[in-house]
């Protein structure tokens, strides 16, 4: 909990518009749900020197994808996919726990295979959904934050 507060800390003292914070923030939160696991940090990075836009508010929002979060919001990734593209979530659900060795990820690869598509576009939209709220949050939390410092 004290390493969440001192990123939201440290994100609302970043220097810079409240504009190109919170869109640091929110393409950060975009690559969160990306679906190229293990390297949101360097495309954070990549992108957050690529535009000149704050790593620490580009970094706090990949950082929502966390070990805790991962499995939920890759479901949840999942499920939107599926509904989108008109695929049963059912086989979600019949994988073989029980299998070891080469049989059971022979077995994964066959019943996850049809979740790819659904796995890959359910992603991505939740991401820039999810991205462009936060995005329009932080801006407000940061235009709200601005404005009160100026009046007093």
Request: charged share 10%; hydrophobic share 50%.
């Amino acid at each position: 909990m004290r390493r969440l507060r001192s990123f939201v800390v440290a994100l609302l003292h970043v220097d810079g518009t409240p504009h190109r914070t919170a869109l640091a923030f929110g393409l950060g939160v975009f690559i969160a749900f990306s679906p190229l696991l293990g390297i949101h940090t360097g495309m954070a990075l990549a992108l957050a020197f690529a535009c000149r836009l704050s790593r620490v508010a580009i970094l706090t929002g990949a950082y929502i994808n966390n070990p805790w979060t991962l499995a939920p919001m890759y479901m949840a990734g999942t499920l939107v996919g599926c509904q989108m593209l008109g695929v049963s979530p059912g086989g979600l659900s019949q994988i073989n726990w029980h299998l070891h060795g080469r049989a059971f990820y022979s077995a994964l690869i066959e019943s996850l295979w049809p979740y790819f598509w659904p796995y890959v576009v359910g992603n991505t939209a939740l991401g820039a959904v999810c991205g462009l709220v936060g995005y329009l949050a932080l801006r407000a939390i940061l235009e709200r934050r601005r404005a009160a410092v100026v009046q007093t």
